[in-house]
């Protein structure tokens, strides 16, 4: 017989943890008994055996059951006690996300739970993705009674002690929407040239998440199609169209005819999601704004990410406090704030503000893709190299609003290497062409010529940063 495991408690922890009630015709605190004779150690859950197949939450619904979980047994149970318990569902073993789901106990001590209530908690803590998995539960265990209107529920082993630590097989209700793992863009050009371009998605499930979105170099007229694997078992292909044959933005069925679009050039975003079979076709965002506290929410004012992939972007910003990502000079565009979850974007219109905090530079990360963003305080920015021997930063002293860093440096005698980094560290580092600074594992910058100390000058005021070097 499968038994379930406890988790360890240390011996002098383990007691009972009594909770007082009070009677209510009264209003006098019932003062809980000693459970003579019972130790916590005395009470094990034992698997049943529908708990050790798969539980079929849909099956179990349909048919008016409840998922029975496991069996209380236990020695020198006191009498005029009854079990109480609530059960904690979690995706991860060590529950720090977790669902608390009411169980019912039967006449056989089985402890009991609502498939309703189980798949509902399963969808907030587990995935919304139909397919079986497991899933992580464990007990906390009380000792009821019940005279007239007064209860008393004592703890068993104290708020730390659970019982009944394991893993079941679930199967979640079926979904009406199916989603694959993956999506191609299909495109053919007006002189028969085609081009196939894999959707992006981030690490998460793709039912808990089901946007995708694929950049996209459009060179003229266009026919347009989506597919994907269906069933593996047979191989298959499913293929959406638009709704409506010549519309940048709608609804995916999955018959019709192939999508169309006229004098389309340049790169765009095409972004699907695959639960509301909504699509959009978009002028990919060559530049984030920086709109906020610091430059009067003018995104003429404010610094811009720039971006390789149209995916990523990166930059500079002189920021205080509020502001948003925006990736027009002006409102008229897109507009990315908060969801309330630090590091998630959205590009809800009503969304709140950002928040930077302190006054200050900052590395800004935007990604369009996973809709996610980083800011990294920029609080020193200085020159490192051969002068001095690579050994430490010779840091600068900031403009009033961050963005120009002056400061002097020494350099030696032929020409040598140098570079500009930030916070004393290598995470962000400056070189190769001076006029267009790169930050990606750029070349190391060369030093003047001629030797001596000069003042140099780092600028992130615009959006290619320079660094000059004027001899003192």
């Given amino acids: 017989m499968k038994k379930f495991i406890f988790l360890p408690i240390a011996a002098l922890a383990i007691g009972l943890a009594a909770c007082d009630a009070n009677d209510d015709s009264k209003g006098i605190p019932v003062v809980n008994p000693e459970l003579a004779a019972f130790s916590p150690d005395d009470l094990t859950l034992v698997a049943t055996d529908a708990s050790q197949a798969v539980i079929n939450l849909g099956e179990l619904n349909n048919a008016g059951e409840n998922v029975q979980v496991c069996r209380a047994e236990a020695k020198n149970w006191p009498a005029g006690y009854e079990y109480s318990a609530v059960m904690q569902l979690s995706k991860t073993e060590d529950f720090a996300n977790f669902a608390e789901l009411p169980v019912t106990v039967n006449e056989d001590s089985v402890f009991c739970v609502s498939p309703a209530e189980w798949e509902e908690a399963y969808v907030k803590v587990i995935s919304k993705n139909p397919k079986a998995q497991a899933n992580y539960v464990r007990f906390a265990v009380s000792a009821k009674k019940t ?210 905090g302190a006054n200050g530079l900052y590395w800004a990360y935007v990604n369009l893709v996973d809709m996610k963003y980083t800011l990294t305080p920029v609080t020193a920015v200085g020159a490192i190299g051969a002068f001095n021997d690579w050994s430490a930063s010779a840091n600068f002293t900031p403009s009033e609003d961050f963005l120009v860093w002056t400061g002097e440096v020494t350099f030696k005698e032929g020409n040598s290497e140098w570079k500009i980094r930030c916070n004393d560290a290598w995470d962000l580092s400056f070189g190769g062409d001076p006029n267009e600074l790169g930050w990606d594992n750029a070349p190391n910058l060369n030093s003047p010529a001629e030797a001596g100390t000069y003042i140099v000058t780092v600028d992130f005021s615009d959006i290619y940063y320079t660094v000059t070097c004027e001899k003192k």
């Avoid at 292909?237 to 044959?245: H, I, R």
């Avoid at 340049?266 to 509301?276: C, K, R, S």
């Avoid at 409102?331 to 590009?347: A, F, I």
Wanted: net charge negative; proline share 4%; glycine share 10%.
């Fill in 147 to 356: 005279s007239g209107k007064a209860t008393e529920l004592i703890r068993l082993g104290g708020e730390n002690r659970y019982y009944g630590t394991t893993t079941v097989n679930v199967q979640p209700y079926p979904t009406d929407y199916f989603i694959a793992e993956s999506y191609t863009f299909n495109v053919i050009y007006a002189d028969g040239t085609t081009e196939a371009v894999a959707f992006m998605h981030d690490d998460t499930d793709v039912y808990d998440n089901p946007e995708f979105k694929a950049l996209v170099n459009f060179n003229g007229d266009l026919s347009w199609t989506i597919t994907c694997p269906g069933d593996p078992a047979s191989s298959s292909v499913l293929s959406y169209f638009p709704e409506v044959a010549n519309a940048e933005n709608g609804k995916l069925v999955n018959e019709g005819s192939a999508g169309r679009l006229e004098g389309f050039y340049g790169p765009h975003t095409v972004a699907i999601n695959m639960e509301t079979l909504d699509y959009s076709i978009t002028l990919a965002i060559e530049e984030l704004y920086t709109p906020g506290n610091s430059n009067g929410w003018n995104q003429l004012n404010s610094q811009r990410l720039t971006t390789t992939d149209y995916i990523n972007y990166h930059g500079m910003a002189h920021l205080d406090g509020e502001f948003k990502f925006s990736s027009a000079p002006n409102w008229d565009g897109v507009n990315y704030g908060s969801t309330g979850v630090e590091g998630e974007l959205t590009n809800d219109g009503g969304a709140g503000n950002l928040n930077a």
